[in-house]
């Protein structure tokens, strides 16, 4: 019997008929999550194609309406007078939400917004699925078809039973229709699952799959549906790309289907002809296995970890006068990595605002110096031990203060750092002011994360357990920095018996040179964010996990009020 070339809904991922959407409009009193307010909210739970709830109310903002607002939407402010205020609605939403996928039509707005209301109210964004109807459109319909993607342009071309009349259910009918109408469209492109849609909704062309990728299905049929990583092979069994999934044989056979759009990755596997796995007891193990391949292989699909230990440092230099020199080999008293020399030279230069090193390069004997005082000495801001004007012992105080604010134990630069961009303000030297405040959120970064990895890597041995969402634990034992065993103790099976079997088994490491001890950078942050959060629990510590009073970290609050520099480490 020929065997068919179509994948079961099971192969493929989550089958689309067994998906449950909820399709959400919201009203607002303008564009701004930050600075307006939710006046209405409409949802629809549909799955396989069929309407199973609804949910409509408006929302008090606690303002007036904005008249263009009032005369887009029709909603005056006599309608919302008795209605809820968002805290009281909130909750409700987010159980509309719940285990299902976020539609909405132009999403990131709708999203920005619930995001917004969640961190403003205390609630924690639960972080579902999100398709935009908007962005499917565009992937699926030629513009000679849809030459707008507006919800009124696509509730006309699929003859939306609902006409969108900027109201909140209203509106989320219409979308349903849209999403119906497209998701008859996607299906003729073989996408059958959600996670095949989800990759759709994120390019801007539809694609068909290859016969290159139709031919190599086959390729993981004998992969487990167990979580690890994965490894395709090339004619020379060369490593060609290394990744990590949950599910093995799932995710690698997404490779093979029209869900997979990247022109990189469809390259690659026209190259492959082996796809080799390895099975770990959870995802943290796969994801530092993952480092270590990438490390090991040099995979050229693979763009980011092909160079863990490349990476650049702040460090001072062994002398008479130490000064802070970029390196890519840090010694003991380094701070970083920096993804760039860029970003170390400017963490360089706002130390040396606080802090008087020398900013110069030559070497400086401890006696007898006999250059010339550069003008940094005229300026105030160098005492010239070049020119033999500062001894060593003058000197050790800034070296001191170097490394108490690198190690955590005085953060007065940081301080005095920022009382001269409140000042800089006040004097409404504002350009001043930006420079020197965005300098100093990018140092309590790098400070922050530099404290945060040299605190984990100093402990000889870490032991902490995870709850896996089904009743039992997810173990790792953690040395000097690296992931030393991995395990799990299954519902019903007493953890510590498995700790300890894996603790007597883990693997031994050596602490090496440096602030991390010889540990990649990057597996010491997956460690820390593990250990740190998704309710791990430290089971042992040897010695204690500390990290120093006086860090950075005090600062990251500052840090992200004075300059959005995205999120700061956990």
């Given at each position: 019997?020929?065997?068919?070339?179509?994948?079961?809904?099971?192969?493929?991922g989550?089958?689309?008929r067994?998906?449950?959407?909820?399709?959400?409009?919201?009203e607002?009193?303008?564009?701004?999550?930050?600075?307006?307010?939710?006046?209405?909210?409409?949802?629809?739970?549909?799955?396989?194609?069929?309407?199973?709830?609804?949910?409509?109310?408006?929302v008090?903002?606690?303002?007036?309406?904005?008249?263009?607002?009032?005369?887009?939407?029709?909603?005056?402010?006599a309608?919302i007078?008795?209605?809820?205020?968002?805290?009281?609605?909130?909750?409700?939403?987010?159980?509309?939400?719940?285990?299902?996928?976020?539609?909405?039509?132009?999403?990131?707005?709708?999203?920005?917004?619930?995001?917004?209301?969640?961190?403003?109210?205390?609630?924690?964004?639960?972080?579902?699925?999100?398709?935009?109807?908007?962005?499917?459109?565009?992937?699926?319909?030629?513009?000679?078809?849809?030459?707008?993607?507006?919800?009124?342009?696509?509730a006309?071309?699929?003859?939306a039973?609902t006409v969108?009349?900027?109201?909140?259910?209203?509106?989320?009918?219409a979308?349903?229709?849209?999403?119906?109408?497209?998701?008859?469209?996607?299906?003729?492109?073989?996408?059958q699952?959600?996670?095949?849609?989800?990759?759709?909704?994120?390019?801007?062309?539809?694609?068909?799959?290859t016969?290159?990728?139709?031919?190599?299905?086959?390729?993981?049929?004998?992969?487990?549906?167990?979580?690890?990583?994965?490894?395709?092979?090339?004619?020379?069994?060369?490593?060609?790309?290394?990744?990590?999934s949950?599910?093995?044989?799932?995710?690698v056979?997404?490779?093979?289907t029209?869900?997979?759009r990247?022109?990189?990755?469809?390259?690659?596997?026209?190259?492959?002809?082996?796809?080799?796995?390895?099975?770990?007891?959870?995802?943290?193990?796969?994801?530092?296995?993952?480092?270590?391949?990438?490390?090991?292989?040099?995979?050229?699909y693979?763009?980011?970890?092909?160079?863990?230990?490349?990476?650049?440092?702040?460090?001072?230099?062994?002398?008479?006068?130490?000064?802070?020199?970029?390196?890519?080999?840090?010694?003991?008293?380094?701070?970083?990595?920096?993804?760039s020399?860029?970003?170390?030279?400017?963490?360089?230069?706002?130390?040396?605002?606080?802090?008087?090193?020398?900013?110069c390069?030559?070497r400086?004997?401890?006696?007898?110096?006999?250059?010339?005082?550069?003008?940094?000495?005229?300026?105030?801001r160098?005492?010239?031990p070049c020119?033999?004007?500062?001894?060593?012992?003058?000197?050790?105080?800034?070296?001191?203060?170097?490394?108490?604010?690198?190690?955590?134990?005085?953060?007065?630069?940081?301080?005095?750092?920022?009382a001269?961009?409140?000042?800089?303000?006040?004097?409404?030297?504002y350009?001043?002011?930006?420079?020197?405040?965005?300098?100093?959120?990018?140092?309590?970064?790098?400070?922050?994360?530099?404290?945060?990895?040299?605190?984990?890597?100093?402990?000889?041995?870490?032991?902490?357990?995870?709850?896996?969402?089904?009743?039992?634990?997810?173990?790792?034992?953690?040395?000097?920095g690296?992931?030393?065993?991995?395990?799990?103790?299954?519902?019903?099976?007493?953890?510590?018996?498995?700790i300890?079997?894996?603790?007597?088994?883990?693997?031994?490491?050596?602490a090496?040179e440096?602030?991390?001890?010889?540990?990649?950078?990057?597996?010491?942050?997956?460690?820390?964010?593990?250990?740190?959060?998704?309710?791990?629990?430290?089971?042992?510590?040897?010695?204690?996990?500390?990290?120093?009073?006086r860090?950075?970290?005090?600062?990251?609050?500052?840090?992200?009020?004075?300059?959005p520099?995205?999120?700061?480490?956990?």
């Open positions: 019997m020929q065997r068919s070339n179509q994948l079961s809904f099971d192969e493929l989550t089958p689309l067994e998906v449950t959407f909820v399709v959400l409009d919201l607002t009193t303008g564009g701004s999550n930050r600075t307006d307010a939710i006046t209405e909210v409409g949802a629809v739970k549909v799955r396989g194609g069929e309407v199973v709830g609804e949910l409509a109310t408006l008090d903002p606690g303002t007036g309406l904005p008249p263009n607002i009032v005369a887009l939407t029709g909603i005056t402010t309608m007078a008795d209605a809820p205020r968002l805290p009281a609605v909130l909750p409700s939403v987010l159980e509309f939400l719940s285990g299902a996928v976020l539609v909405a039509h132009n999403a990131p707005f709708d999203v920005g917004f619930l995001r917004a209301a969640c961190e403003r109210h205390g609630h924690v964004w639960p972080r579902p699925p999100v398709v935009c109807t908007a962005r499917l459109a565009r992937a699926v319909l030629s513009r000679d078809e849809a030459p707008s993607v507006r919800l009124a342009a696509l006309r071309l699929f003859g039973s969108p009349i900027h109201r909140a259910l209203a509106d989320a009918r979308t349903v229709d849209v999403l119906h109408g497209l998701m008859e469209r996607v299906g003729n492109l073989g996408v699952s959600l996670e095949e849609l989800l990759d759709l909704a994120r390019e801007s062309a539809p694609h068909r799959p016969e290159a990728q139709r031919r190599k299905r086959t390729l993981a049929d004998a992969l487990p549906a167990a979580p690890g990583v994965y490894l395709f092979r090339g004619a020379r069994d060369e490593v060609l790309y290394v990744g990590t949950g599910d093995l044989r799932r995710r056979r997404s490779y093979f029209s869900g997979e990247r022109k990189r990755v469809r390259d690659m596997v026209a190259q492959a002809e082996r796809v080799d796995s390895v099975v770990c007891a959870h995802a943290l193990e796969a994801a530092v296995r993952e480092l270590r391949l990438i490390s090991a292989h040099q995979p050229r693979n763009r980011r970890s092909r160079k863990p230990h490349r990476a650049w440092w702040v460090t001072p230099t062994a002398e008479a006068f130490p000064r802070l020199s970029v390196v890519t080999t840090p010694r003991d008293g380094a701070f970083g990595p920096f993804r020399r860029q970003q170390a030279v400017a963490a360089v230069e706002t130390v040396l605002d606080a802090v008087p090193l020398r900013s390069t030559q400086i004997p401890a006696r007898g110096a006999s250059a010339s005082p550069c003008a940094l000495h005229e300026l105030g160098c005492a010239a020119a033999g004007l500062q001894s060593v012992e003058e000197y050790a105080p800034a070296v001191a203060a170097a490394a108490a604010l690198v190690d955590g134990v005085d953060d007065g630069p940081i301080r005095r750092l920022a001269e961009v409140a000042q800089l303000g006040e004097q409404q030297r350009e001043a002011a930006v420079r020197r405040r965005d300098r100093l959120a990018g140092l309590v970064v790098a400070l922050t994360r530099s404290q945060r990895l040299a605190a984990l890597a100093a402990v000889e041995e870490i032991v902490g357990a995870r709850p896996d969402g089904r009743g039992g634990w997810e173990i790792a034992v953690v040395r000097y690296r992931l030393a065993a991995a395990g799990v103790a299954r519902r019903g099976v007493s953890p510590m018996p498995v300890d079997a894996l603790r007597t088994g883990a693997q031994t490491v050596l090496g440096g602030p991390l001890r010889g540990a990649p950078a990057e597996e010491v942050w997956l460690l820390h964010r593990w250990l740190s959060s998704g309710g791990t629990r430290l089971v042992h510590s040897a010695p204690a996990w500390t990290e120093p009073a860090s950075a970290a005090a600062w990251t609050g500052w840090a992200e009020r004075a300059r520099v995205g999120p700061l480490p956990d």
